[in-house]
């Protein structure tokens, strides 16, 4: 009769092993008992960029990478995406289901009443220079906002955590703005409430001296659509990151500044700006196979393709194609379009990309739409980091709450200089004179 246990057999000395098999994995610490001798440590996995490693067992999110399914508490993206708001998702990842109409009503005005800053953090914003990536004052502004709430520091507290959720959720969005408007030299505009979260976003960017902003229906719905989709996939870098360093007992507001920090990297949530300048690049799609032919000489990366996971096309690229059409016609198409659809096109024909699997991921269309928007590309990955906070949260939350996590702290192979002394300086020789 079959047993979920894994035989072991020490080759070493012959001796063997069961390891239990729980839901597909073997506990690495069961390993440890494979020893030669008494005081032989023991056998520990080796899995650099933890390729084949499960950090955590979670109830959140939910991706099949080869059959492009992706799933926020069991609800297919393409439904979550055609049918609710992003503060809705939002709700559904943190707490696991769907709001009611009433927590839906609860929770958008808890929301919408935390999206000022306070003052000292518009000042903050201020001693920015005017060119400062907005990535850089987002991660630095998130910090800062842990000055102003030091009681985040009560992790264990679930009123406590829940407080600083809502705050950083609101306040996200504000932070953004203020970014953007920096950056342009135009004055910080409050939020009003009587917006929806992405109007109200929309306000706080685009408002001029008009006395009320009133939001593109179709440019909001679209927006809502695209922080829906980039609001939480499980166990990816920026994601890991906020587990990590809240398995310290960090605060929220530190340990979303470090994920922010993780996905600003070009190869996470910074591919969607280098998508835009590798298109800009291209130029025009006759350029198109001279840049494959860079890409497949390993000389240069097709951004926005390949994914860790999807080993199918990613389903929010997907989602993204049809929202981009809505976009444009209201702001007009967009030529990079053009650029991006025959580079996919290409490359799904090519051997080099089919043979590694590499599909267009969320980041191949998103900052097509962003740009055609009115975005520049530096606000790109603030764009992405907006309703990944839902994400971070959520898997932060899960993660002080679970009884099998502790402070992150891996093992490695020591492969430096064994063991040496400093010997006493040698005397310096006197000088020898020559001559
Ligand atoms: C996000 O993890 C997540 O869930 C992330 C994310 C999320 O929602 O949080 O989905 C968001 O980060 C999407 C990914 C955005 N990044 C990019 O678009 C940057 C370009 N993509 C690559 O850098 C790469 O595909 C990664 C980083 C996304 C994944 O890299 P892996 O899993 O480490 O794969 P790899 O680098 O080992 O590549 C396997 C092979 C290699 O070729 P060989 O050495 O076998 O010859 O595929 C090649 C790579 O060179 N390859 C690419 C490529 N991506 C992989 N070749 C050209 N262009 C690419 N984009």
Redesign the pocket.
């Known amino acids: 009769m079959s047993k979920d246990t894994l035989t072991i057999t020490d080759q070493r000395n012959g001796k063997t092993y069961e390891a239990p098999i729980e839901l597909g994995t073997i506990r690495a610490m069961d390993l440890r008992k494979i020893k030669t001798s008494p005081d032989d440590f023991g056998v520990m996995t080796y899995d650099p ?1 933890f390729m084949n490693t499960a950090s955590c067992k979670s109830n959140i999110t939910f991706i099949d990478g080869d059959k492009g399914i992706l799933r926020y508490r069991g609800y297919d993206i393409e439904t979550l995406a055609e049918h609710c708001t992003y503060l809705q998702v939002a709700y559904l990842l943190l707490y696991g289901e769907l709001p009611t109409p009433q927590q839906d009503k609860d929770w958008t005005w808890e929301i919408t009443h935390h999206t000022m800053l306070h003052e000292t953090t518009k000042t903050f914003i201020d001693g920015f220079r005017y060119d400062a990536h907005p990535m850089g004052i987002l991660v630095s502004t998130l910090a800062a906002l842990s000055t102003v709430y030091p009681e985040a520091k009560n992790i264990h507290d679930p009123e406590n955590r829940q407080k600083q959720i809502v705050r950083l959720i609101a306040k996200m969005a504000t932070l953004a703005a203020y970014s953007y408007r920096h950056r342009r030299g135009h004055p910080y505009v409050y939020p009003d409430n009587d917006l929806n979260y992405t109007e109200n976003f929309m306000n706080m960017l685009w408002k001029m001296t008009e006395p009320k902003y009133m939001a593109s229906p179709v440019i909001a719905r679209a927006l809502d659509v695209l922080f829906i989709l ?1 609001a939480d ?2 166990q ?4 890991t990151t906020m587990r990590v360093i809240g398995s310290a007992q960090t605060d929220p507001y530190l340990s979303m500044a470090g994920a922010a920090a993780a996905l600003a990297g ?4 910074g ?1 969607n700006e ?2 835009l300048k590798m298109l800009d690049e291209i130029g025009s799609v006759k350029n198109i196979p001279n840049y494959i032919k860079r ?1 497949k000489e ?1 000389e240069i ?9 999807y080993k199918n096309y ?1 389903p929010r690229a997907r989602i993204i194609k049809a929202v981009a059409d809505e976009v444009f016609e209201v702001t007009g198409r967009n030529e990079r379009l053009d650029i991006a659809l025959e580079l996919e096109r290409i490359a799904l024909q090519d051997d080099y990309f089919v043979s ?1 699997k ?1 599909y267009p ?4 269309y998103s900052g097509i739409i962003y740009q055609a928007m009115g975005f520049q590309p530096d606000m790109f990955t603030v764009l992405f980091a907006i309703p ?1 906070a839902a994400g971070w949260l959520a898997q932060w939350n899960e993660m002080v709450q679970d009884p099998e996590q502790k402070i992150a702290r891996p093992r490695q192979i020591y492969t430096g200089i064994d063991h040496r002394q400093i010997i006493a300086k040698q005397e310096e020789p006197a000088e020898v004179k020559v001559g």
Do not use: Q
């Open positions: 960029a980039h996939h499980e990816n870098c920026s994601s070009p190869l996470h949530g591919a280098e998508v890409v390993g990366k097709l951004m926005g393709f390949g994914h860790r996971v990613d590694r590499l991921n969320v980041d191949f990944r």
